[in-house]
């Protein structure tokens, strides 16, 4: 027979408002199996703790239930509190009195009545419930990071100087991102490579990390703490090792024709390239789609010509498999294509473009070496019309969210404007600017009080040319909804930020979770803003939604104090509420009959095949099994399984029956 | 093709020529355009500005008899009418509440109602019997205009680009047209302004016929009466604000598909224009200027 004990919580007013709490009490006591019930002001409180460890000693209880507020906010402190009280933690059941009844019923006898049906479940729960312990799993102390922008960077170097060791993976053939590409950064207006550079060179020379470019995530297995991670380091054709960066291939590539993505089209690169200046690691790749060699099996201009002869036409993708214990994803994001805007005419009218082209042109690394001309003609243009808001907060057309960067960036280019073209005009069309930051609205202050930008509030409804001159048409709310036509000779475009083109697939991959916009979605919107809701996998910037670079280093640092977190531990702990599959003695073995329904219903991946075998090694049946490392408790296996093989501990098919069976 | 026909009220006043054209279009592709019995107003401009209601009833009214009258498919050749027509139809199937309203006016239950084509969406579908049935190749360049109504709200119309359509270009280039990529094909043409405020449609038509002009187009294209009686008939009002004389023409997608047809000019209603049906056009050089200066932004 039990020992049950019940414990019922005032919660000051908030439950003993509400319910009669001594009632509950007393009825608790006639209870089969209990043989103690109190009720005290606060149960959390330190003398309410001591009364329940003191209750289990001299009482003898073999089982306790806490009726206070939702087991999310205490069941660990009471778990503790049992265990300290000398019994297994897994006895001590809440039974939630606050959010489930008090907070949401009037002061009634039901009120009281439904209290006592709660605490009866509970009670009938836990004289079932069977001493439970932690699952240890091993931990690998390595860190995959998937992305080499600011986040990745970010994350990475603060894993590493941890003592951890680090695989950083990056897409494209050199780290940085779309920082490397930017001209200066808000608030402060500093250079953006001047800040980034540093950090990209110590990531290169950093001991504990290892920097994978031009490489990509091909699948990952496993669980928390031991991932395995297959990678595809795609073949850059060229010896990395040899290679000595000295840029004799680029010069002499007779191909020199291709749009360069670095700096958005605006100039040209050759067939063989290194994507900037400052690129880490400063080693070139071979565009295998322009190259000459590999149109037309001519050419070879680069290998006769390198002085270190490094070129590797026959080099092939390497495929590697590497053994992680935590993923930080930071793949960051794009913006929308300016090609979805007609209205202003993007794609026939070279001059409209958007952020990221104004970027370069306005960086000292740009092609234009930061002097801010037009793209049709290389003329300076003397008025410029930046559009906020090209898609985002656009529910009919775009994203319904805000892009939440565009309100700070477009103030910076209409200063740098400013600042670059004297006597030139800068309007900037907006619906709100949201300048919410350290800094931030004094900047777009700055750029309308002392650099001049005129700020008109309203929407364009259309940008066309007239006779080759762009003419911009919008509104001027605040001038009573006056339509405003101002004829530009640049238009710039803050187009909405979006999730890259791979986020589903990739999260697929992994099974992260995703929101409607393809943004990967953390566990919790404000408790567990780095973690995912897969174990082990966490996340840093404007892959999960559009953010600043401030933003951005501080989450990837978030992200890396997790990864150091888990890595700081010997083994893995993790609650035992996991599914089991029924194993018994021969000739049954189990009831599990290897349909393995469970197989595709496990979300995350968490069952497995087994073999029994007799002792000559032949294969008797194939049955389920769980992994425990994996299995997150959800229970869906258990409700699909045909023949009631599986059980979910801690929350087994006889717990809940009992419960229903008692009301 | 037997198709449910909406002429709405200015086919056979305003935009007589747009019917007539519309007629002998229709007749000569094989398309039957079946007459709504006893159909009614479509609840535009006069209607859907005094009661929401009646802008939803009157047109579910319309459909309803073209259902009963086994109809699967409306076509109203007018704009307005069309944009009634469907935003009726979204209406009743996407809110549930209004779907209770319009059945409580209406004494009957409105389901599946007759899908609404306006007439390019129309023409679009036998465009390859258009091509075919050529006799007389339409060699003139123009300026397609679709106007407002014809394709937004994108979610009610669910037709063509929004803000940069193709369908009536297409049309054009199908019986051997040229079109000009230009950029008013969807500015406001000044709509019902042209019986109460004409200075307004003057403002408005002077904008569109300036841009068509410089982007030398010889003809303006249009698939609504409105459009066309703003663009043709205040044509005057037009040349007064911008003391110039623009005289290129106005035509219905109908008369243009008309004349490649082979149609003689008075079948399609093309003496009716206020301005002459000539081609090429002969624009002035001055208005091919603008004269609209750059408003300075406070």
């Known amino acids: ?663 | 093709m037997r198709i449910g026909y909406y002429p709405g009220c200015s086919l056979s006043g305003t935009g007589r020529d747009f019917g007539e054209s519309m007629d002998a279009v229709a007749k000569a592709l094989g398309i039957e355009l079946a007459e709504i019995p006893e159909w009614t107003c479509c609840g535009s401009s006069s209607g859907h500005m005094t009661d929401r209601l009646v802008s939803v009833a009157l047109p579910a009214n319309v459909l309803l008899k073209a259902q009963k009258a086994g109809f699967d498919q409306v076509m109203a050749p007018c704009a307005a009418c069309y944009n009634r027509l469907a935003t009726a139809k979204h209406e009743i199937e996407t809110s549930a509440q209004t779907k209770a309203q319009a059945e409580k006016i209406l004494q009957t239950k409105l389901e599946k109602l007759p899908r609404v084509l306006n007439v390019v969406e129309m023409l679009a579908q036998v465009s390859d019997t258009i091509a075919a049935k050529v006799t007389k190749k339409f060699d003139e360049t123009v300026a397609c205009y679709y106007g407002c109504l014809l394709v937004r709200p994108a979610k009610i119309t669910g037709f063509d680009r929004t803000e940069d359509p193709v369908e009536m270009d297409k049309l054009v280039t199908a019986v051997g047209g040229k079109t000009v990529d230009w950029s008013f094909k969807t500015e406001c043409c000044g709509a019902s302004f042209s019986l109460s405020k004409t200075s307004v449609v003057g403002r408005l038509g002077a904008k569109i016929l300036q841009n068509a002009v410089a982007h030398k187009a010889d003809a303006v294209v249009v698939a609504c009466p409105m459009c066309h009686s703003n663009l043709d008939l205040r044509r005057g009002e037009i040349n007064q604000r911008l003391a110039a004389k623009i005289d290129i023409p106005v035509l219905y997608i109908t008369q243009v598909i008309g004349l490649a047809l082979g149609i003689p000019g008075k079948k399609l209603g093309l003496g009716r224009h206020f301005v002459p049906v000539k081609f090429p056009a002969t624009a002035t050089a001055t208005a091919t200027t603008t004269t609209t200066g750059p408003q300075v932004v406070q």
């Open chain 1, 1 to 663: 027979m039990s020992r049950v004990g019940v414990f019922i919580c005032h919660c000051g007013e908030n439950i003993a408002g509400t319910v009669d709490v001594a009632a509950v009490a007393k009825a608790a006591l006639d209870m089969p199996g209990v043989v103690h019930a109190v009720e005290y002001k606060y149960m959390c409180s330190d003398p309410g703790q001591t009364m329940l460890k003191d209750a289990i000693k001299e009482k003898k209880l073999d089982g306790v239930v806490v009726a206070a507020c939702s087991p999310r906010m205490h069941e660990p402190t009471f778990r503790r509190t049992a265990e300290e009280g000398g019994i297994n933690p897994f006895q001590c059941e809440m039974a939630n009195l606050r959010e489930h009844c008090s907070w949401v019923h009037e002061k009634a006898p039901a009120t009281t009545a439904k209290a006592v049906d709660l605490v009866r479940l509970q009670v009938e729960k836990v004289k079932r419930n069977l001493p439970l312990n932690p699952i240890r799993v091993p931990i690998t102390k390595k860190a995959l990071v998937l992305g080499g922008g600011i986040a990745g960077i970010q994350a990475a170097l603060d894993i590493a100087n941890a003592g951890n060791p680090v695989l950083l993976v990056e897409q494209s053939p050199s780290i940085g991102g779309h920082m490397s590409q930017l001209s200066e950064t808000f608030p402060t207006l500093d250079c953006s490579q001047c800040i980034l550079t540093p950090r990209m060179v110590e990531v290169a020379r950093h001991p504990n990390i290892t920097l994978y470019t031009y490489s990509e995530l091909e699948k990952l297995e496993g669980f928390i703490g031991n991932f395995k991670a297959t990678i595809r380091r795609k073949a850059r054709k060229i010896d990395e090792k040899i290679c000595n960066g000295c840029g004799v291939c680029q010069q002499k590539c007779p191909v020199k024709k291709i749009p360069d993505q670095f700096n958005e089209g605006l100039s040209n690169r050759p067939a063989i390239f290194v994507p900037f200046p400052q690129a880490v690691p400063n080693k070139p790749v071979i565009d295998v789609e322009n190259c000459t060699y590999f149109k037309t099996g001519k050419c070879k201009a680069c290998e006769k010509l390198c002085p270190t002869k490094a070129i590797r036409f026959d080099q092939e993708d390497q495929i590697e498999v590497h053994d992680v214990g935590a993923v930080v994803l930071a793949t960051g994001y794009k913006t929308m294509p300016v090609s979805n805007f007609p209205e202003y005419g993007y794609g026939k009218f070279k001059d409209v473009i958007d952020g990221m082209k104004f970027e370069r042109l306005a960086s000292a690394s740009g092609p234009t070496g930061g002097a801010i001309k037009r793209p049709s003609d290389g003329k300076e243009p003397q008025h410029v019309v930046f559009i906020a808001c090209a898609g985002s907060r656009d529910r009919a057309k775009g994203v319904p969210y805000c892009s939440k960067i565009c309100c700070m960036y477009t103030a910076k280019h209409a200063m740098l404007y400013q600042h670059k073209v004297h006597g030139g005009t800068a309007t900037v069309f907006y619906m709100d600017v949201r300048a919410a930051g350290k800094n931030y609205d004094e900047f777009v202050r700055r750029a309308v009080e002392e650099d001049g930008v005129k700020y008109v509030r309203g929407r364009v409804s259309r940008v066309y040319e007239d006779n080759g001159q762009l003419v911009v048409k919008g509104v001027d709310t605040l001038l009573g909804g006056e339509q405003v036509e101002i004829r530009a000779d640049m238009v710039v475009l803050a187009t909405a930020v979006q999730a890259q083109d791979n986020a589903e697939e990739l999260a697929q991959t992994l099974h992260v979770s995703y929101d409607p916009y393809k943004f990967f979605a953390e566990a919790h919107p404000k408790l567990r803003p780095v973690e995912t809701n897969t174990a082990g996998i966490f996340l840093a910037g404007a892959c999960q939604a559009p953010r600043d670079i401030p933003e951005t280093v501080a989450q990837a640092s978030g992200a890396a104090v997790k990864v150091c977190g888990l890595f700081s531990q010997p083994t893995l702990t993790r609650e035992p509420i996991i599914a089991v599959v029924d194993r018994q003695a021969p000739p049954v073995f189990s009831n599990c009959v290897g349909c393995f329904l469970c197989k595709s219903a496990c979300p995350y991946q968490a069952i497995e095949e087994e073999a029994i075998k007799n002792r000559n090694g032949d294969v008797i049946k194939t049955v389920a099994k769980v992994n425990p490392g994996l299995c997150q408790g959800c229970g869906t296996c258990v409700s699909t399984c045909r023949t009631k093989a599986i059980d979910l501990q801690g929350y087994s098919n006889e717990q809940i029956f009992a419960e229903l069976m008692s009301i």
